[in-house]
Nanobody, 122 residues
């Protein structure tokens, strides 16, 4: 089992930045791909970014490329999502995800965090 707890969400003006963190626990954390998804009310959960265990493989949704950066600190069992140049359309609940096999669909996720709200005002 892997437990994931997100933090760092909040309210920010357009053009601003936020840094999300995801603390993982559970002895099977090692080796997992880690990622972030987001979901707006009434919409499907969508892929944002993912990173391999070593950090050598990164993947981003086209909508966030160049603005968001995913990273991880395996010594601290933590994954980060640095979000810059935020736009109102980035307003969503952001979910941390752990995957044995990487994928961009919600069905590919093995474990979810509880989510953290990000609101970008115009």
């Amino acid at each position: 089992q892997v437990q994931l707890v997100e933090s760092g969400g909040g309210l920010v003006q357009a053009g601003g930045s936020l840094r999300l963190s995801c603390a993982a626990s559970g002895r099977t954390y090692s080796g997992y791909f880690m990622g972030w998804f987001r979901q707006a009310p009434g919409k499907e959960r969508e892929f944002v970014a993912a990173i391999s265990w070593s950090g050598g493989r990164l993947r981003y949704a086209d909508s966030v490329k160049g603005r968001f950066t995913i990273s991880r600190d395996n010594a601290k069992n933590t994954v980060f999502l640095q979000m810059n140049s935020l736009k109102p359309e980035d307003t969503d609940v952001y979910y941390c995800a752990a995957q044995v096999v990487p994928g961009t669909t919600p069905t590919s996720v093995d474990y979810w965090g509880q989510g953290t709200q990000v609101t970008v005002s115009s």
